[in-house]
Nanobody, 121 residues
Framework: QVQLVESGGGLVQAGGSLRLSCTAS????????MGWYRQASGKQRELVAF???????NYVDSVKGRFTISRDNAKNTVYLQMNSLKPEDTAVYYC???????????????WGQGTQVTVSS
């Protein structure tokens, strides 16, 4: 069974940095896109960044120039490097991966458990 495990959240002062990681475990045949979403209290979940299997990336405007998404295919891991953090970045961050599990025939969407990022002013 495929599972995504996140790490790296925490409390940081404004202007600081954090690095989130999300690793897929289980028997996996293929991983396509990987992404990070976030959900602030009282708000809808939004896409923060994603990276395709070929390495193309896209970011929501509010994090461009501050966040960097990357992936290590050998480790089934996606990272989100967050620099120059602002209080408005405070949210629960969720990773998402499109995975074909071993024995499967189609991509399925998997989610991490979420990790809290809190930026103090």
């Amino acid at each position: 069974q495929v599972q995504l495990v996140e790490s790296g959240g925490g409390l940081v002062q404004a202007g600081g940095s954090l690095r989130l990681s999300c690793t897929a475990s289980g028997t996996i045949f293929s991983i396509r896109a990987m992404g990070w979403y976030r959900q602030a209290s009282g708000k809808q979940r939004e896409l923060v960044a994603f990276i395709t299997s070929t390495g193309s990336t896209n970011y929501v405007d509010s994090v461009k120039g501050r966040f960097t998404i990357s992936r290590d295919n050998a480790k089934n891991t996606v990272y989100l490097q967050m620099n120059s953090l602002k209080p408005e970045d405070t949210a629960v961050y969720y990773c998402n991966q499109d995975i074909v599990p071993a024995g499967g025939r189609a991509y399925m969407e998997y989610w991490g458990q979420g990790t809290q990022v809190t930026v103090s002013s």
